[in-house]
Every structure is written in C-alpha cells, then in structure tokens.
C-alpha cells in the first residue's frame, strides 16, 4: 500500500524545482492516460505534466506535475497564482468486483493505526506522521497530515493535504505539498486539492471504484 501513498524525497526534490524553476526539454502536457489506458491523470489549472519523470507499469503509475510556464519554459503556458507540488498515484488492479469506495471507511481507521502513519509516512517510518484529519465526502477520502519525513532536507513544507478515490477499480491518490520558499496554508493546500479531485472526476467520467473483469 505504501508505494502507491507515499514517495520519497528525490520525488518531492523534483517536484519542488518543477514549481520553481524553468525545466527544458518537456512538454506542456495537462493529462495524460496511465494503467494500460484506464485512466487518466490530469491537474487543475495552471499544472502541467513533467512526462519524464512519470512511471507506468504493472505495480501503477506515478505523476509529478510542475507549472506550465516552468515544465515549457513560456509565462504564457500559464501557472498558477501561489504554485504548490502536485502528485498522483495510481494502484494495480483490485481484486475483480471489489468496491473501493465501500472500503474507504476502513481506510480511514487504518491511516490512523501506526502501519497506516507508516504507509504515509515519506521514509516509512510511523514516528514521522502526525495524522490531523480524516474525513469522506462521497467517494473521496481526505487526509491532512505532517510528515517531517517529506521535509527532511527538502524545501517543502511538512503539512499536506492528500485525497484517495477509485477509477476503474484502481485506487487512485492525489497530494498537495507547499513549497517552503512560498508556503500555502492548509486551507490554500486543500482548496487546490479540490480543483485537482474536480478535474480527475471530469477527466474519467463514469469511471467508477468498482473492478471489473477484462
């Protein structure tokens, strides 16, 4: 569980310079289709996709997002007023008729628990998690969470703000973390997460939690 919820520092490191600096040779992706063409990942407004750092295979996929204007190197491309660092993770397959939405209560009960502080956790390490808030709306679970880990020798703030749904049957994770150079306060860092969950919906209408054979 843990590969899918947390990433390591060198992931939030590229992150960070994506927000806040000029990236050559990329591209001004805003979505892009992942896990065998299953679903698609796409930010909010201002967010584009550094297509050489993310990875697709069998075990999911993972997407970092920079600023258009940073990723193209082009003000024009546009970004956001106050940037933030933006991930996505999308699991494997659940089993075949498994309902991931009807799971995310117990989800919420086991981020709580040390494994769950654990698999949060940047290092891996339950002592770097302090878990604030743990709310469903729907068919998202919301955490807002601090992990030292995530900050330890980065330029990012410890607070964070991360999402859990399902598309197709892939449990699917999004998270905003602030730069420490421009810190985002919680509610900014949930705003934009909102936006985020807002566009993944848009961009995988009718795909449900639910998995199906095929």
Request: aromatic share 4%; hydrophobic share 45%.
């Amino acid at each position: 569980m843990s590969t899918w919820i947390s990433k390591g520092g060198a992931a939030v490191a590229l992150a960070l310079t994506l927000a806040a600096c000029v990236a050559t040779g990329t591209s001004g992706t805003r979505a892009v289709a992942v896990s065998r063409g299953e679903v698609t990942v796409a930010g909010p407004p201002g967010y584009c996709i550094d297509r050489a750092a993310a990875r697709d295979g069998a075990s999911g996929a993972f997407v970092l997002f920079g600023t258009c204007a940073a990723l193209t190197g082009s003000r024009a491309a546009g970004q956001p007023a106050r940037p933030a660092v933006l991930t996505a993770s999308v699991g494997p397959p659940a089993a075949e008729g498994a309902d991931l939405v009807a799971n995310l209560p117990a989800l919420a009960a086991f981020f709580k628990s040390t494994p769950g502080r654990a698999a949060l956790s940047g290092s891996g390490d339950a002592a770097t998690v302090k878990v604030e808030k743990v709310s469903q709306s729907g068919d998202v679970l919301y955490i807002r969470l601090r992990d030292s880990a995530a900050a330890a020798g980065q330029s990012v703030e410890p607070g964070q703000w991360r999402a859990l749904t399902a598309f197709r049957g892939r449990i699917v994770t999004l998270a905003v973390l602030s730069p420490a150079s421009a810190p985002l306060s919680s509610a900014e860092q949930r705003a934009v997460l909102d936006q985020f969950v807002a566009r993944m919906r848009r961009a995988n209408a009718g795909a449900g939690g639910a998995a199906t054979s095929g």
